[in-house]
Nanobody
Framework: VQLMESGGGLVQPGGSLRLSCAPS????????IGWFRQAPGKAREGASC????????NYRDSVKGRFTVSKDKAKNTVYLQMDNLKPEDTGVYYC?????????????????????WGQGTQITVSP
């Protein structure tokens, strides 16, 4: 069971990036996906999440209106569209999968309670 993030890189302030999260070995039909980030010297924090149904999403306040999480069921992939990026968005971004058999298809969380984690992709926002 693996998760693979892609799409990171270097971008100027105000720019955009789109991250992808694709699993290997399982379908996302029964998993919520969270996007987390960790800046140097700081704790990992939840940025956004989407439920297994794709109908529920959540964002931390600092990214609301700039980040959009979505799910393509046909491609078994979750995306994080990040617009108007700021230097404080710099960090390693991880996607994580949470089995929602117990919590239900409308659940997702920004807490660090996920079952599987990707290895992360670096995003640097700098002039």
């Amino acid at each position: 069971v693996q998760l693979m993030e892609s799409g990171g890189g270097l971008v100027q302030p105000g720019g955009s990036l789109r991250l992808s999260c694709a699993p290997s070995g399982f379908t996302l039909d029964y998993y919520a996906i969270g996007w987390f980030r960790q800046a140097p010297g700081k704790a990992r924090e939840g940025a956004s999440c989407i439920s297994s149904s794709g109908e529920s999403t959540n964002y931390r306040d600092s990214v609301k209106g700039r980040f959009t999480v979505s799910k393509d069921k046909a491609k078994n992939t979750v995306y994080l569209q990040m617009d108007n990026l700021k230097p404080e968005d710099t960090g390693v971004y991880y996607c994580a999968a949470l089995n929602t058999y117990v919590t239900g298809p409308s659940y997702c969380s920004l807490a660090l309670e996920y079952d599987y984690w990707g290895q992360g992709t670096q995003i640097t926002v700098s002039p």
